[in-house]
């Protein structure tokens, strides 16, 4: 068997009618996603969109100071470029690579054209974008709001959901990135955790013993973006 990844794990390419598959799918280019790398910067010209099979991207929000907090997080969901067929073609975002892997890249002039059509696809892609946009309105009040404890479970559930095992390669530095917080109150929340045995972290690699229990740690902020995920997303749960 094959570990070629196939456009058909990213749930969203697999959603399509077979007919704009097939009109597509020739075009997709396979690219590896290694952890830290940038697909665009803030105010760059979207050229590609970028549909992953098994990596995570971050979209960072990054200050004058260097500060930087995560506020949505894709994997095998969605896409990565919703700026290209919005009209905007540029973000003040930054993406960047959270979990290693891959995914397929589509020039955005093909996903344009596809839009344009008024076919199944841009129903999708405005179902899949008001689903982005929730997240990132709960992860803003999840920041205000809530503890560095459940903002750390909340994102850990969140990368679970577009994992295909329970273990994530990530450093405490990196986590404290995406939440905006410093390293020392990461270090402490994944501590609590593994005392009481819901993670396992060693090295950068976390690995989530109870996600029942880290469900129950975390706030509200989770079932929200999950429910409404779920909601505009049917595909993800055939």
Same mark, same amino acid.
């Given at each position: 068997?094959? !570990?070629?990844?196939?456009?058909?794990?990213?749930?969203? %390419?697999?959603?399509?009618?077979?007919?704009?598959?097939?009109?597509?799918?020739?075009?997709?280019?396979?690219?590896?996603?290694?952890?830290?790398? @940038?697909?665009?910067?803030?105010?760059?010209?979207?050229?590609? @969109?970028?549909?992953?099979?098994?990596?995570? +991207?971050?979209?960072?929000?990054?200050?004058?100071?260097?500060?930087?907090? *995560?506020?949505?997080?894709?994997?095998?969901?969605?896409?990565? =470029?919703?700026?290209?067929?919005?009209?905007?073609?540029?973000?003040?975002?930054?993406?960047?690579? /959270?979990?290693? =892997?891959?995914?397929?890249?589509?020039?955005?002039?093909? +996903?344009? !054209? $596809?839009?344009?059509?008024?076919? *199944?696809?841009? /129903?999708?892609?405005?179902?899949?974008? /008001?689903?982005?946009?929730?997240?990132?309105?709960?992860?803003? @009040?999840?920041?205000?709001?809530?503890?560095? !404890?459940?903002?750390?479970?909340?994102?850990?559930?969140?990368?679970? !959901?577009?994992?295909?095992?329970?273990?994530?390669?990530?450093?405490?530095?990196?986590?404290?990135?995406?939440?905006?917080?410093?390293? $020392?109150?990461?270090?402490?929340?994944?501590?609590?955790?593994?005392? %009481?045995? @819901?993670? *396992?972290?060693?090295? =950068?690699?976390?690995?989530?013993?109870?996600?029942?229990?880290?469900?129950?740690?975390?706030?509200?902020?989770? /079932?929200?973006?999950?429910? $409404?995920?779920?909601?505009?997303?049917?595909?993800?749960?055939?």
């Amino acid at each position: 068997m094959s !570990d070629t990844p196939s456009p058909l794990q990213n749930h969203l %390419l697999a959603a399509l009618p077979k007919e704009v598959q097939d009109r597509l799918f020739p075009h997709l280019e396979l690219r590896r996603l290694d952890l830290g790398a @940038v697909l665009y910067e803030s105010g760059d010209a979207m050229r590609h @969109v970028f549909f992953p099979t098994d990596a995570i +991207v971050s979209l960072l929000y990054v200050m004058e100071s260097g500060a930087s907090a *995560e506020i949505s997080v894709v994997g095998n969901e969605g896409l990565i =470029g919703v700026a290209v067929f919005m009209g905007g073609e540029s973000t003040p975002s930054r993406a960047i690579v /959270q979990s290693a =892997g891959h995914a397929f890249r589509l020039s955005g002039q093909r +996903v344009k !054209d $596809e839009f344009n059509r008024h076919g *199944e696809m841009l /129903q999708l892609m405005l179902r899949y974008t /008001q689903a982005l946009i929730t997240q990132m309105a709960q992860t803003a @009040v999840c920041n205000r709001h809530h503890s560095i !404890d459940q903002q750390l479970c909340r994102w850990l559930l969140l990368s679970l !959901d577009r994992l295909p095992s329970n273990q994530l390669t990530m450093t405490q530095e990196l986590i404290a990135n995406m939440l905006g917080v410093r390293r $020392e109150g990461v270090t402490d929340a994944a501590g609590k955790l593994q005392k %009481l045995g @819901v993670i *396992e972290y060693s090295r =950068g690699h976390i690995t989530v013993l109870d996600r029942a229990k880290l469900e129950a740690l975390s706030c509200e902020c989770y /079932q929200v973006v999950k429910k $409404e995920t779920d909601r505009l997303l049917p595909y993800l749960h055939p």
